[in-house]
Structures are given as C-alpha cells and as structure tokens.
T-cell receptor
C-alpha cells in the first residue's frame, strides 16, 4: 500500500471548516483514498473514501487533486465532537481481506 | 444490532499467562480482523479472516493465534503473554463488497 504523510496536529475553531491534508505521492492507479477517525479511546470510525473524483457524504467532503498525489478532507462546520485523530489510508479496493494500514494520523483539536 | 462487541474491556496479565480476547459481530459480516494500538501510534493489523474457516496473518502476528469457526466470532489468543503485548486491541468487521469497516470498543491489556 502507498505511504501517506499527514501533519501530526491541527487546530480549528468551532463552526469553521476543518481542512485536513494528506500527501500520497506514490499512489498507484488502483488505490483508493480512505479516511477514518478515532475519537479518544474509541475504535476508529469510517468517514469517506474516493478514487479520483471528489466525494461528499453527510460527514465530510473529500477533495482529491487531479494527479491524485494529495487529498484534503473537509469537515464543513467543525464541532467540539469532531476532536479526534484523523487517518488517511491509501490501498487497493480489494487487497487481502480489505484490511487497513494506519499511519500516525492528524490530531485535530476543535476549540470553542 | 449490537454491532461489534469485545470482551473483556480491561485485563491485567502476568508474563507467561495465556488468555483469549473475545470478538463477536451480529451483522453477518464476512470479514473480521484484529488490530493492536500502542500509545500514540496508529493501529497495526495482527490477523484477519475473510470468512468462517479462513484466517491469515497481518503485519504483527507473532505471539497471537486466531480461529474462525463461525461467522459471528473471531477470538484472539495470546499464547504466553509478554510485556511487549501491552496495548489496546481492536476487533473490526466488514461486509464483502462494502467499504465501511466497523470497529469494536477495544480491550485494554496490561502485561506485567
């Protein structure tokens, strides 16, 4: 699976958009970009995934650059409950058992 | 649905003891997996299963055994506990053909 690079931490004001970047310059054509988050002491939670088109769901938006070497997860109106570690994961859609390889992630702190 | 459940929530072992961490899911998911998370780190895959009777090793399988006799259950056995196995253990499950992995609440293990 391709390696990802994320900033170790970010702050965001409550109610503002949180933009979390991820670099994946070695991504290959069959690899998807997945985002999970982990709220303190809980199991990770799926957020969104995409291949090359921008994606949006009820939780967030995913913007993938045209060359696919980087992406940004956008939480449009961050709340205090969005404080968590956010993991960007790149892997083929049908790799062995569809298992995930987690890196260090970005610790997002949403402040009042 | 209860989702993914794990027992126990906390466990303290002495070096050399053995124990089994339980994981169950009631969503009829084919895929199940075990991860460990050391302090300040991302999750690492221990073992996974793509269906009843089928298991395979992940990134850090040494010291652990698994079996998958039913679709619902995927126990993780520590053969002879070592202090290096002190960690938080997460179980996850996923339906084939879907992208979302569901994680349990975790088991915190301390090996003295």
């Amino acid at each position: 699976d391709a390696k990802t690079t994320q900033p170790p931490s970010m702050d965001c004001a409550e109610g503002r958009a949180a933009n979390l970047p991820c670099n994946h310059s070695t991504i290959s054509g069959n690899e998807y970009v997945y985002w999970y988050r982990q709220i303190h002491s809980q199991g990770p939670q799926y957020i969104i995934h995409g291949l090359k088109n921008n994606e949006t769901n009820e939780m967030a938006s995913l913007i993938i650059t045209e060359d696919r070497k980087s992406s940004t997860l956008i939480l449009p109106h961050a709340t205090l409950r969005d404080t968590a570690v956010y993991y960007c994961i790149v892997r083929p859609r049908n790799n062995a058992g569809n298992m995930l390889t987690f890196g260090g992630g970005t610790r997002l702190m949403v402040k009042p | 649905n209860a989702g993914v459940t794990q027992t126990p929530k906390f466990q303290v072992l002495k070096t050399g003891q053995s124990m089994t961490l339980q994981c169950a899911q009631d969503m009829n998911h084919e895929y199940m997996s075990w991860y460990r998370q050391d302090p300040g780190m991302g999750l690492r895959l221990i073992h996974y299963s793509v269906g009843a009777g089928i298991t395979d090793q992940g990134e850090v399988p040494n010291g652990y055994n698994v079996s998958r006799s039913t679709t619902e259950d995927f126990p993780l056995r520590l053969l002879s506990a070592a202090p290096s196995q002190t960690s938080v253990y997460f179980c996850a499950s996923k339906r084939g053909g879907q992208e979302t992995q569901y994680f349990g609440p975790g088991t915190r293990l301390l090996v003295l």
